[in-house]
């Protein structure tokens, strides 16, 4: 397992600096099977191609990639010491004529790029804040104006909520498209009674990239969506009533993900895949019987018998919690 962890390392790194677009991904499982492994070279490396690939990505990462980078002696570069990530945002058409590329995150923390610009979305109001993260939650989907007033502005009546929402789509338009003229907005249109943000094929969209991995029902799938899954959705919105239900829906579907990619890597006789499977879950859910089961068959499996113990313990350590022993 460690060679291979290793190799998968390497591989990532070496397709961060090519700028490949699934580099991200591929540090992000290579860094599972470092931990998996505990491999400090697998995990540096790993670290590297994930700073490479997406230094926003690596500054939310926790300690042991940093760790052993630094117990390694290699050089990295620290998230803003790097302009910008490595991997190019794809150029797809507008409705005026040129080109738009945008990367929307929702998972661990909002983040909208357009065009490679960062919108600061620090420049308006809370309620605006909280609209453009409804639009994101839907996705390219249309929002009913009502949904929206409902969501924003609870205590007031249709009327005042009808208009207090104007005032936070252009704040929005402006926000979103600073240079794009009256009647010009491509990106947060107006269907009907309905607004959606515009996006297009080829967008980089972490909650549809999500799906998508979920729904090809294949381990390749599976890591796609489990790579992308980078923390709760939208978190600082806090216990805000239209986001807590995706949230958990989102959180077990990633654990689900997680036993479901596990179960495939045992199946296919890669216990150490299967391991950094299950511990990714556990991340997630610390509280799934399943993963707790697969991880120790994963690590006996893989003759990893100190590690099996250790998540016999930590299995231990939560039905003692729960007050099942």
Not at 72 to 85: D, K, N, Q, R
Not at 101 to 124: K, M, N, P
Request: charge should be negative; glycine fraction near 8%.
């Amino acid at each position: 397992g460690v060679p291979a962890a290793c190799a998968a390392a390497a591989a990532a790194l070496s397709r961060a600096r090519a700028g490949d677009p699934q580099a991200v991904e591929a540090a992000l499982a290579a860094e599972e099977r470092g931990r998996a492994t505990a491999t400090p070279l697998a995990l540096a490396l790993a670290a590297l191609a994930l700073v490479t690939a997406d230094p926003r990505r690596f500054a939310d990462r926790d300690g042991p990639a940093r760790v052993a980078v630094a117990e390694l002696g290699l050089p990295m570069p620290t998230a803003g010491e790097v302009a910008a990530p490595a991997v190019a945002l794809p150029a797809v058409p507008s409705r005026t004529g040129g080109s738009r590329g945008v990367a929307l995150r929702c998972f661990g923390g909002f983040s909208l790029a357009v065009d490679g610009r960062e919108v600061d979305c620090a420049t308006v109001k809370p309620r605006a804040r909280a609209a453009l993260h409804l639009l994101a939650l839907a996705a390219g989907k249309p929002v009913h104006r009502e949904t929206l007033v409902g969501a924003l502005w609870p205590e007031v009546d249709a009327r005042s909520g009808t208009r207090n929402l104007q005032v936070v789509i252009s704040a929005l338009r402006k926000l979103l498209e600073p240079d794009a003229g009256r009647g010009e907005a491509a990106l947060l249109v107006r269907e009907g009674d309905a607004y959606r943000l515009a996006l297009r094929d080829g967008d980089d969209v972490d909650l549809l990239q999500f799906e998508a991995g979920i729904n090809e029902h294949t381990a390749e799938g599976l890591e796609q969506a489990l790579a992308v899954y980078a923390g709760e959705l939208l978190p600082e919105d806090g216990p805000a009533e239209w986001v807590v239900d995706p949230r958990e829906r989102y959180r077990l579907d990633a654990a689900g993900a997680a036993r479901s990619l596990a179960e495939l890597r045992l199946a296919d006789g890669d216990p150490v895949a299967a391991a950094a499977a299950a511990e990714r879950g556990l991340r997630i859910d610390r509280y799934d019987d399943k993963l707790w089961r697969l991880l120790d068959e994963a690590y006996t499996a893989a003759g990893n018998h100190a590690a099996a113990t250790r998540a016999r313990a930590g299995y231990d350590e939560v039905l003692t919690e729960l007050g099942v022993r």
